[in-house]
């Protein structure tokens, strides 16, 4: 069960991780500007960061929160 939790854990800082990244990539990509022919593919692309960072943000969210569930009930039993 040890080793259950820490792959928990260690899934959840990896996405936690790649998640910041892609959001610092986003506001990167707001702040720069984009001739009026280019700016719905930036606008396409934009989104789909979003969408992407905050997807694994939320899959990070869910393995600390059951990481700690798990942690709860074997303290809970002892």
Excluded at 11 to 18: E, K, L, N
């Amino acid at each position: 069960m040890d080793t259950f939790i820490s792959i928990l854990i260690t899934i959840g800082f990896i996405f936690a991780i790649i998640g910041v990244a892609f959001l610092i990539l986003l506001i990167i990509k707001k702040s720069t500007y984009y001739p009026p022919n280019k700016q719905e593919q930036a606008s396409d692309k934009k989104a789909r960061l979003t969408y992407t960072s905050l997807t694994l943000i939320t899959i990070s969210t869910f393995c600390f929160t059951g990481a700690k569930a798990i942690i709860k009930k074997i303290l809970k039993i002892l």
